[in-house]
């Protein structure tokens, strides 16, 4: 299809090449997506900072 990687035909011609086809597959998406805390803590410190007052190091206290 685009050109690189093994031929869908030659995946599945076994068990143990689909089997070693789909764990790579699972690999990939665990190590790309972000833990949903992690999400949300980033999340939250950017509506910190969004909400912030911003305090300028010259205004009198």
Known sequence: MFGFGPK???VFA???K???WSLGILAT???TLPAADVA???E???VV???AAHKSPW???
Do not use: G, I, N, P
């Open 8 to 10: 869908m035909s030659q």
């Open 40 to 42: 949300r803590e980033h």
């Open 29 to 31: 998406a665990y190590c």
């Open 18 to 20: 689909a089997l070693t």
């Open 14 to 16: 076994s068990r143990w």
């Open 59 to 61: 205004a009198k206290d």
């Open 49 to 51: 900072q969004a909400t």
């Open 44 to 46: 939250t410190k950017q």
